[in-house]
Structures are given as C-alpha cells and as structure tokens.
C-alpha cells in the first residue's frame, strides 16, 4: 500500500468517492434535464428540424474543439476543481440555451455546452481513477453507472417540467442554481492537490521509446473505444427507428429498445467493479463484446419484438464496462505525461459518437437498416478480439484501503 494511501484518512477518502460520483450525476442531469425541452427549444425560435439539428452538431464540435485542452487544465488546477467548477459553468452554459435570442446565439451556447462537457468528462474521469488508486480496487464502473442514473433523472425533470408547462427560463434556471450550488460544496471534499501518482524514478534513454510505443496502443484502445461508441449509439439512436418500421412495433413498445439498452448498461456499471476485480477487465470487456454481439446477432437473425429487445438488453450489458475499462488503460500507460492517454481517448471516443451514427444511416439507406445494424455485431466482435490490449487481473497485493 502507498504511502499517500496509508496517510490518507478512509472517511477524507470515502467522501472524495462520494463527491466524484456526484460530478458523474450532475453531469448528466444538466444536459438530460434538456432533451425533453428541446421541442419548446424549436419552437420558441420557429425552427426548422434541420436548423435544430445543425445548432445541436455544434454539441460535439465543441467537445472536440476544446478536449485536447482537457490534461493541461487538470495538470494547472486539479481535476477535482476542473470538474466541479466546470459543472457550475455547464448549469449557466445549459440555461443559456433557454434565452437564446436566434439560431446563431443556440448554436453557440451548445458550442460551449459540448466544450465544457468534454473538459468536465476527462476531469470527472481523471479524479474518478484517482480515488481508485488509493481505493485499490475497481470504482470506475459504478461512476459510470451513476451518470446513468443522473441522465434518466435528468430526463424525468425535463419531462415533468414539460407536462407541468414550467417555462423552460424558470426549469433551467433552477437546474442550474440548485445542481450548481451542489458542484460547488463538493469541490471542497474531493481530493487536494496534484493528480499525478507518486514519482517513479526511471533513466532517460527509456522514456522515448516507451512514449513512441504509447501510440499504437493508444491506436488500439481508439479503436475499442469506438467499438464500444456504436454498440451504445446504436441503442440510443437507432433501435425505436428499427422496431417501429422493421418490426411494426407500437409508438410505446418501439422506445423500450433505448429503455432495454440503458437498463441493462446501468446494472452492468454498478455491478461491474466487483466482476472487473475477479476476472481482471481484458476478460469482462472481451466476453461483453462476445455477448453483445451475440445477442444482437440472434435477434437480428430471428427478429421479433422480444429477441429485439432481449439482444439490446445483452449489448447494453455486453458494453458496460468497456468504455471504463479503455479509460483506465488510457490512463496507466507509460511513458505519457500524466492525464494524457485519457485526454486522447476521450477525444477519440467522441469522434467516434459522432461518425457511428452517420456510418449506420448510410448503410440504412444503401441497404436497410437491419443490414447496418450488423455493424453492432462487428462492432462486439471488435470489442472481443481488441480487449486484449486491456490489463488483465489487478496484483494480488492489491487491496481495498481502510474502511473502503
């Protein structure tokens, strides 16, 4: 056990794991919380759909704009102040949404809204693997489980304004004070100082080669994080589409495909710690590509309402912990400065939300879009045969800090 773990006070480092899994919730309540608005959006503007559309690309552009930025802001001020600062900005940045005077000022507040996202996503992350260092043990799964939690709550609260008819200035403007208030006392209780791990003394000559040899693997791990990027948008973007006009599912039953998905996901992240300690994450992300790619195969082969439903709720559960477990080898891989490998495959990872969904529409369109979504069984199979550049079981003098 390290040094700075056995100093380290377990309650000072259960409320550090508290208030991180907090920045996991808060950042995906703000941005959930407007999804169901955004039909007022385009309609208090006088939008068209391909007006909306183009104000919310500006979402991800701004996510790959400013997330190469990301390491340095976490190197300058901490990764726990990054975090929950910025998610203090995100609530006024997502408020701003609702007094936008025309297309351009929406545009450019979502602009913001995806910058500020990607800096808060990489910080969140960072801080995330920090406390699971001193932790000694896989955390990382059910941070992320957590931010599923904070969306579907998002998403209730934008809905529930909706149907109660709260003007959208008032909605996003309480999200902003009440949510924003809390990111600003957890900055207090996450963990101080720099986030580097302790230096480890090593002779000059070895640093180049390692760093040159970072990149491959950095390329593999891209790669993987992507496989992981269409399973999980295929399910949010494509499965309704796919079950109302492949299948003739009702209105209702056609949403459960994105339910089935998310559900599953979530049970596998606040499941998934305990696994990726037993079996190590190179084996739990490969069998999760196997089955997700299974599921969705047989459902494809045989389809049905229910196989549909069943092989979404196997790929959700198949991806679970693969984005983690890619964040975590991002993050230990030598010869980086610290905080880099994750800063580049959160990039990758969002290029890779942003192509997956024009990649399926194209073959939709060329084939059909039961044809294009056997691009999520590649995709698993990807995920099973790329999980090898995944660490493997923890040490075994790897333990749980005190009270942990």
């Not at 760093?211 to 399910?235: N, Q």
């Not at 009702?250 to 998310?262: D, I, N, Y």
């Amino acid at each position: 056990m390290s040094s700075a773990l056995a100093a380290l006070d377990p309650a000072r480092l259960r409320r550090a794991r508290s208030s991180v899994a907090a920045c996991f919730f808060l950042n995906a309540v703000f941005y959930a919380g407007l999804v169901p608005r955004l039909p007022t959006v385009k309609a208090d503007l006088e939008l068209s759909s391909t007006a909306l559309g183009a104000a919310l690309a500006a979402v991800p552009l701004g996510a790959l704009l400013a997330g190469l930025s990301s390491a340095a802001l976490n190197r300058r001020f901490g990764s726990g102040r990054v975090a929950s600062y910025g998610l203090a900005l995100l609530g006024m940045t997502v408020w701003t949404v609702s007094v936008a005077p025309n297309w351009l000022g929406l545009a450019a507040a979502f602009l913001v809204v995806g910058a500020l996202d990607a800096i808060i996503d990489v910080a969140q992350n960072a801080h995330g693997l920090r406390v699971q260092r001193l932790y000694g043990r896989s955390i990382i799964n059910s941070l992320h489980g957590i931010w599923s939690i904070g969306a579907v709550t998002g998403g209730l609260l934008g809905s529930a304004a909706a149907g109660l008819g709260i003007p959208l200035t008032v909605h996003l403007g309480a999200s902003a004070v009440v949510f924003g208030a809390v990111a600003l006392v957890i900055s207090r209780r996450m963990l101080p100082g720099p986030d580097e791990p302790e230096p480890v003394v090593e002779e000059v000559p070895q640093e180049r080669p390692r760093r040159r040899a970072a990149v491959p693997a950095l390329a593999v791990l891209g790669l993987l994080a992507g496989c992981g990027a269409l399973i999980e948008d295929a399910g949010a973007s494509w499965s309704a589409l796919y079950l109302r006009t492949e299948l003739g599912a009702g209105a209702a039953t056609a949403g459960l495909g994105f339910v089935a998905l998310s559900a599953a996901m979530t049970v596998g992240r606040l499941t998934g710690d305990r696994v990726v300690d037993r079996f190590g994450g190179r084996r739990v992300a490969r069998a999760g590509g196997a089955l997700a790619a299974a599921g969705l195969g047989l459902a494809l082969a045989l389809p049905s309402v229910p196989s549909t439903l069943a092989g979404f709720a196997l790929a959700g559960l198949g991806v679970a912990t693969l984005i983690p477990a890619v964040y975590h080898a991002a993050d230990q891989l030598p010869g980086l400065p610290h905080g880099q490998g994750l800063m580049v495959i959160n990039w990758l990872l969002r290029i890779g939300f942003l192509v997956s969904p024009l990649v399926i529409g194209v073959v939709a369109d060329a084939l059909s879009l039961r044809a294009a979504l056997i691009g999520v069984v590649l995709a698993g199979i990807g995920a099973l045969v790329l999980g090898r550049a995944l660490p493997g079981r923890p040490p075994a003098g790897l333990r749980p800090a005190p009270g942990g």
